[in-house]
């Protein structure tokens, strides 16, 4: 599988996992940390608006995940603003 297919599947697994009420919460955020130079400013962003506008985060596991994620992309979105600036 080439990055861009990887990048598109794992996308729909946030997608998918966004909200629903089982282990997919965990292994996602998992796995999205772990290919996280797969992803552009774009997609931490709309990680992090995604987060913010679902209105059922699933249980308190889930919720601390999402929070966990949402905290990892604005840190990947400051430390590519912080190395734009010194260019």
């Known amino acids: 599988m080439n990055k861009a297919d990887l990048r598109l599947t794992i996308l729909g697994c ?4 966004l ?5 997919m ?20 962003f709309a990680f992090i608006r995604e987060i913010d506008l679902e209105p059922n985060l699933g249980m308190a596991c889930d919720k601390k995940q999402w929070g966990d994620l949402r ?11 912080n190395e734009e600036t010194k260019k």
């Open 71 to 81: 905290e990892f992309a604005r840190n990947k979105l400051n430390s590519q603003t």
């Open 25 to 44: 919460p965990s292994h996602t955020v998992t796995i999205i940390k772990e290919n996280e130079h797969l992803f552009n400013r774009a997609d931490w």
């Open 19 to 23: 909200g629903r009420m089982t282990y």
């Open 14 to 17: 946030f997608r998918y996992s």
